[in-house]
């Protein structure tokens, strides 16, 4: 997608040249039975000041194209091509060694979920902070405790105690916090959070949304989400990008791809999803089952096996994205649709 | 029939020697199951829910109060004649993956039940495999693909409809789903709800739902009833509609404010209560439990607990709504659709 | 900020088990590495040694005095010992005692280890409590330093003396990691389920615990008999047993203690072949300590 040149507005959001741009990435996981692709061909940007969420069930590849992001996917995975570049680091995937790991904390911060246990349970949450900030080379540790106890009263918690605790001593939501305050504690400006409000019950996941806004208008950051749940998306995020199976079939503002989803893989999943409003008698549950790595379709597209408008053009070749209005999607058949 | 009457429940406290201070999970709760009903004990972690369900399927004893399964008291029977009750009331619990024994096939879990009925009532060989094909077809799953493998090579959903299978084996009255669908893909949840939905019309089976997210609760049926339960009591309850759209309790009010909004679809409730700090487990407060994060706490509140009592509203077809707040205010919090 | 990496996602675990789910058999498991199909032969190769070898040779080996410490020839391929029998013979003879009792300890073990194990884990209020005082007595039981009070009255002429003992005074550390693993397991909701569907509880330990506890008992089972193995070694060994069969412990103290094997290369031989042969074959149960976890494990299976 060309860069685009809109103006600033009142909020300070500026949507010049993209924080992080995505170009072309494909992922694959090699094994002995061939290769089996987890992200392919995604084009995504990432802008200053907006907060960007990635939707997509189990298996779609979000969180390994936001591990690449970092250049830290799991092996068998291996990058196949494509680019990440950051607003002043180049490449990331072409990096190694020191020049990743700085680029991993203090221009990129990553959130893991609160159920992961990444925090180590031997070590007080204190002096793992410290640990952090050590190991990229901050040796003031009475700046990275002030700067810990920040984000910390920023996000509501008590200081003192969160410091001193052990992570079992800690809530599920505490314990997301947490991992936020270690993502942002080297003043990273972009932030990824990969299912923050999973294992987390309604008003803990309220809590944690209203967090990272406001983390996020303060420090101006660029913001990333990945997420299962429509709705938090919906509700946190201002531009949104649907991933099945490894490809964004639908991109652009939140609001546009709610309100008139283009790809029928969107429309299914709002007619699908639980809510509060609207008519229980006109949800309808997914057909099919969520694709699995060896049998997504490797001609055609990807989404044709549940696709309720598939034709049999749909089989041959992959659709090409459409873009209407900074809204962008993959379809043939929706894209012969009169608006 | 399931009835129970002030079920109290309380655990000695974790912490040193010194200072161990009990955990009263539950303090006096009241409600019904009616046959083929379909109820929702809402709540945040930690407030009881679970420990209802979990005294409801026998794995948790009670304090006090009593527990009456059609007609018969629990508390004037031993263990060993409760089990026969109790087995009347299965559970569908939260992780289908630790729900099944990872080293058996899912023949082998679904025989288990099977073959021991087989013995007690003395039925036809070849009725097991047909009742194991039939569940299996109630719960959707084709029986040849599932048969023969282990759970770890069947997705989260397919694992849930497995576990609902083979509580049906026992063809139970009451299906306990204990957050039945929180582990699973926001895409995939309504094809749980539903199912549950249908087998209440299909079998009759009860429906006892525990969850933290409001919204799924409303997909269980016409004429669903809601409990609000926080930190061991009922602070509400009524017709899930009923409660939805006209919540009376404070504490309500904030769960239902909590759900997030999809933009560009949904408005806010304009009287949205801002999400509230961390729930301190620890804090005993005199009077009304909810007052110390209360919006609207007064002086009478934290003199005495507030009783359950019936609300404004008239009674409506046989479900009452009733709740337990001194000074309720009326807000509107729920999302509305956008015209 | 570290990222380490982790197990493949669970999608690409399901596409791998689901395009193996075919050909997953127990067979394969064990020859799945050429590590394991060495082990896996060396055992064999011992077992046979211990089934039939005793039936291979006279009872009474043939000496030759004329011979003594000899090195190996063609007629004697691992040389001669100090009364000039051959040692080949002495080894193919001499595994009995070893194996056997190591294996009668281990099933004893086995057995009473796993049974209180998962009595005391599955019924910690009725049964737990006294299996639990039981355990900590036999814990505290020193077995090596017992053994060789007990020699001194009793001349542990038959292998399932010995394994008897090595096994009874040996099933403690099973017993408590079997309860702790069965206490754990007790609360998982597939156990729940089955108690709340109206099992009865032999069938419940059976079927729904002692398959999710058989791969850390197998591993524990292979571990243990090396030790055996070892602790009988070193009687013999030690000279504190007196044995008067040959065997593979005996031969050793035969070897430093008689024929200085030590310092006198001619009878370097004699010293090494029970030597090898010990390390063999415990290096190969250990191989094979593993394999227990992918049989009973369905979700470790690779193949």
Known sequence: MAARTEPETQTGTDSGIAAVRVRDLTVAFRTPEGDLPAVSHVNLDLFRGQITGLVGESGSGK????????????????????????????????????????????????????SQNSLNPLKRVGKQLLDVGRSHGERDSRELIRRARDLLDDMGLDATR?????????????????????????????????EPTTALDMLSQAQ???????????????????????????????????????????????????????????????????????????????????????????????????????????????????????????????????? | MITGQGITRT????????????VRALRGVD????????????????????????????????????????????????????????????????????????????????????????????????????????????????????????????????????????????????????????????????????????????????????????????????????????????????????????????????????????????????????PLAPLDERSQPPGCLFAPRCPQAAEDCTAAVPELALSGDAVQGSVTHKHACLHPQTRSVVATATA | MSVTASLPPEQLQQALSRSRARSASRWRILVRTPGRVIALAVVIIFTLMALVGPYLYPKNLPINASDIYAPPSLAHPLGTDFAGTDILALIVTGARYVLLAAFIAAVVTLVIGTAAGLGAGYYPRSFGRPIMRVTDFVLAIPGFPLLMV???????????????VLGITGWGGIARAVRAQTLSLRERGF???????????????????????????????????????????????????????????????????????????RSLSYLLSPLICILAITISLVTLANVGDEIFNPRLRRI
């Not at chain 1, 992001?69 to 060694?97: F, H, K, M």
């Not at chain 1, 029928?264 to 969520?290: F, N, S, V």
């Not at chain 3, 007990?150 to 399932?160: A, C, K, N, V, Y």
């Not at chain 3, 030690?238 to 050793?252: A, D, E, H, R, T």
Request: aromatic share 6%; net charge neutral.
């Open chain 1, 208 to 339: 944690v949304l209203e967090i990272v806004r406001k983390v996020h208008a303060t420090r101006h950051l660029t913001t990333l989400i990945i997420s299962h749940d429509i709705s938090v998306i919906g509700d946190l995020c201002d531009r949104m990008a649907v991933m099945y199976a490894g490809r964004v079939v639908e991109e652009g503002p939140t609001a546009s791809v709610l309100a008139t989803p283009r790809h029928p893989y969107t429309r299914a999943l709002l007619t699908a999803m639980p809510r509060i409003t609207g008519d229980i008698a006109e949800a309808r549950a997914l057909p099919g089952r969520p694709p699995d790595l060896s049998s997504i379709p490797r001609e055609g597209c990807v989404f044709q096996p549940r696709c309720a408008l598939a034709t049999p053009g749909c089989l041959e070749t992959e659709p090409p994205d459409t873009i209407e209005d900074d809204h962008r999607f993959a379809c043939f058949v929706t894209a012969a649709e009169t608006r």
């Open chain 3, 150 to 164: 007990l020699s001194t009255i009793w001349s542990f002429g038959s292998p399932l003396q010995m394994g008897l």
């Open chain 2, 11 to 22: 655990f000695p406290g974790r912490g040193s020697m010194l200072r161990r201070e009990p």
């Open chain 3, 191 to 265: 156990v729940e389920a089955a108690r709340g569907l109206g099992l009865p509880g032999r069938r419940v330990i059976g079927t729904e615990i002692l398959p999710n506890v058989a791969p850390y008992v197998s591993m524990n089972l292979m571990i243990q008999l090396t030790g055996f193995i070892y602790t009988e070694v070193g009687l013999f060994f030690l000279g504190i047993v007196k044995y008067s069969s040959s065997n593979w412990g005996v031969m050793l103290n035969n070897a430093v203690f008689q024929a200085d094997a030590l310092t006198n290369p």
């Open chain 1, 162 to 194: 969160v410091l001193s605790s052990y992570q079992h001593e800690l809530s599920g939501g505490m314990r997301q916090r947490v991992g936020i305050v270690f993502a942002l504690l080297l003043n990273a400006n972009v932030l990824i959070l990969d």
């Open chain 2, 31 to 274: 409600f019904t199951i009616p046959d083929h009903g379909a109820v929702s004990f809402i709540g945040e972690s930690g407030c009881g829910k679970t420990t209802l369900g979990r005294i409801l399927c026998g794995f948790e004893e009670f304090d006090g109060g009593d527990l009456i399964i059609d007609g018969q008291s629990m508390k004037a029977l031993s263990a060993k004649d409760r089990a026969p009750y109790f087995r009347r009331i299965q559970m569908i619990h939260q992780d289908p993956y630790s729900a099944l024994n990872p080293t058996r096939t899912i023949r082998q879990i679904l025989s288990d039940p099977l073959e021991l009925r087989a013995r007690q009532t003395g039925a036809a060989t070849g009725w097991v495999s047909d009742r194991r094909a039939e569940l299996l077809g109630l719960v959707g799953l084709d029986p040849d693909y599932v048969l023969p493998r282990y759970p770890h090579m069947l997705s989260g959903g397919m694992r849930q409809r497995v576990v609902i299978a083979r509580a049906l084996t026992v063809d139970p009255q009451v299906l306990v789903a204990d957050e039945a669908v929180s582990m699973i893909d926001v895409s995939l949840r309504l094809g749980i709800l539903q199912l549950l939905q249908d087998l209440r019309s299909k079998l009759g089976v009860s429906l006892l739902f525990i969850t933290h997210d409001v919204a799924t609760a409303r997909y269980l049926g016409a004429d669903g009833e809601l409990y609000v339960i926080y930190r061991g009591s009922v602070v509400e309850q009524g017709g899930t509609d009923t409660i939805i759209q006209h919540p009376a309790h404070p504490y309500t009010q904030c769960l239902l404010s909590a759900i997030p909004v999809l933009r560009g679809i949904e408005q806010p409730g304009k009287d949205r209560l801002i």
């Open chain 1, 63 to 114: 969180s390994t194209l936001a591990l690449s992001l970092l250049n830290a996917i799991p092996s068998p995975g291996q990058v196949i091509e494509g680019s990440v570049e950051l607003g002043n680091g180049g490449n990331v995937l072409a990096l190694r060694g020191r020049a990743l790991r700085k680029v991993r904390g203090t221009d990129i911060g990553y959130v893991f979920q609160a």
